[in-house]
């Protein structure tokens, strides 16, 4: 949702949704009466209800708010980096960077969106695909389009990734699961450090990333004596080596980083 689109709704409704935001991220779901919203909007829950069915309902309207600023950003990402460089190698580790950077800023959002979306994910049977009358999940599906796009473009233009084992699918899961993972890790570690360990660095991520489009011939190798062995089509990438950071901290343009 873009601010635009926030001020096409009615001054209640915007009002809602953005306490409903505010309290949100700050308290999580279920810590959230609908009469708190209703207090910081300025409004009744009754006048709530006039726009949203339940709480759930607004939750997911907020869900695809706060996807939709992640994808809104990602998308001036892409366009800067494919200015910089015709290798889609790096327009995809330059968005990788950027949105482990970006996770680290907006803590709150990314606390939520971890933590809420997964669970209201989890719980999805599939069956239906709207959520009263309004798609599910509709900005997500935008974010993952473009991460799959941009994988795509990449194994389009390097056909020896494939022969080192990496497929289009396998590319795009790898993202989305490494961004996923690593900024739930993130809180993990913040909670507990003794159990969960070190925070992983945004450096040490994209370094590891980079192993990942950039194989060496010893991936190679490795990859085609797994295919040869049992017909495996995915290699384990060697894992870069280096010490966590006490916060998720990175910096960096476009560009090759060898």
């Not at 006048?47 to 809104?72: H, M, P, T």
């Not at 994910?121 to 509709?138: C, E, I, T, V």
């Not at 997500?140 to 389009?145: G, I, V």
Request: neutral net charge.
């Amino acid at each position: 949702m873009t601010d635009q689109q926030l001020a096409e709704r009615s001054d209640v409704e915007a009002r809602v949704l953005r306490a409903a935001r505010k309290l949100f991220l700050k308290r999580g779901v279920s810590k959230t009466p609908l009469r708190a919203i209703a207090a910081e909007a300025g409004t009744s829950e009754s006048g709530i209800l006039r726009f949203f069915r339940d709480k759930e309902d607004l939750a997911q309207a907020v869900i695809d708010w706060c996807w939709s600023d992640v994808v809104n950003g990602l998308k001036r990402v892409v366009k800067s980096a494919s200015k910089q460089t015709d290798d889609p190698r790096e327009v995809l580790i330059e968005v990788v960077r950027r949105a482990l950077e970006n996770a680290a800023a907006e803590r709150e959002r990314t606390r939520f969106l971890v933590g809420h979306f997964s669970y209201n994910l989890s719980g999805w049977s599939g069956g239906d695909d709207r959520s009263h009358g309004r798609p599910r999940f509709k900005a997500y599906c935008e974010y993952r389009s473009l991460v799959e796009n941009l994988c795509g473009a990449v194994i389009a233009a390097h056909p020896e990734l494939v022969d080192a084992g990496l497929t289009h699918r396998a590319l795009c899961h790898f993202v989305l699961s490494m961004l996923y993972g690593i900024t739930g890790g993130w809180f993990l570690s913040e909670c507990s450090p003794s159990v969960h360990g070190p925070m992983l660095g945004i450096d040490e991520a994209v370094a590891l990333f980079r192993k990942v489009v950039y194989p060496d011939e010893e991936c190679r190798a490795l990859a085609q004596a797994l295919a040869a062995c049992d017909g495996s089509d995915l290699s384990e990438p060697e894992a870069a080596q280096g010490s966590g950071t006490p916060y998720p901290s990175g910096g960096g343009t476009t560009g090759s980083r060898g």
